[in-house]
């Protein structure tokens, strides 16, 4: 990701409402579903916006990171998030099984991250019955300026992510598009920004607080009718799973 990109998230992260909505939907796939003192990794922790929010809410959780960029690892250091330690996704710091769960947002489609091989590690730090929670960007024809801006380099859908998922021993307990209610406008502008892929920037920026609230509320809304509905579309792609104590078999293709 480029460098700007990292300060441009650590100003925003904390009150725009995409990453508001994403953090309630984290929060909601964690509660409940740990130990006391469970472990919780959050590979590839960008700035620490999710890391601070859950540490703030799930307070009988211990939380840590990883993040290969020094500038988001310092960005986490200000934050108090001493847990987080600078390291590539693909041979994270960690022995086997050390976690509970793995916070995997946004990562896989970066550029620099091979996905198999991330997977394959993520997969050795949960320990067996450990959860995956994973959001990934969704749908191809989406990909536009923003994409370039943070050297995202695939995009995904639900079926190709479930069989992702399963080649690394993890089987999915839920998986939902969300953001479907801005999919239409989102496909116009961003077809509309490839005009500027090279040098434009990211889509990340604060709307006027009136807008951010009413965007936020939106989105609450958005995400119950996804994960309800089982809608067949939406900007991104939220997914749980669980590390199987036995190597899965095959599986079929899901549709895809």
Not at 73 to 89: N, P, S, Y
Request: with cysteine; glycine share 8%; net charge positive.
């Amino acid at each position: 990701m480029r460098e700007t990109e990292y300060d441009t998230m650590r100003a925003v992260e904390n009150r725009h409402w995409w990453y508001a909505t994403l953090h309630r939907l984290v929060q909601h796939a964690l509660v409940d579903q740990l130990p006391p003192r469970g472990h919780v990794l959050d590979a590839g922790c960008g700035t620490g916006g999710m890391l601070a929010f859950l540490r703030e809410r799930i307070r009988y959780l211990d939380f840590a990171g990883v993040d290969i960029s020094e500038q988001a690892v310092q960005h986490c250091w200000r934050r108090g998030l001493t847990t987080v330690r600078q390291g590539t996704v693909h041979e994270m710091p960690f022995d086997a099984g050390d976690f509970d769960a793995v916070l995997c947002l946004d990562l896989l489609y970066h550029t620099a991250v091979e996905e198999e091989r991330a997977l394959a590690e993520i997969s050795r730090v949960l320990r067996p019955g450990g959860l995956l929670v994973l959001n990934l960007p969704a749908f191809d024809c989406l990909r536009g300026s923003h994409d370039a801006a943070v050297c995202g380099s695939r995009r995904y859908k639900a079926c190709h992510v479930r069989l992702l998922l399963e080649r690394h021993n993890l089987q999915v307990e839920m998986i939902h598009y969300w953001n479907a209610w801005l999919f239409l406008p989102l496909l116009v502008w961003r077809r509309w920004s490839r005009r500027n892929a090279t040098t434009g920037t990211s889509d990340v920026k604060l709307p006027a607080s009136w807008l951010n609230g009413l965007l936020t509320r939106a989105g609450r809304l958005d995400v119950w009718l996804c994960r309800t509905f089982h809608l067949p579309f939406g900007s991104s792609v939220f997914a749980v799973a669980r590390k199987q104590h036995l190597p899965m078999g095959g599986s079929s293709n899901d549709g895809c």
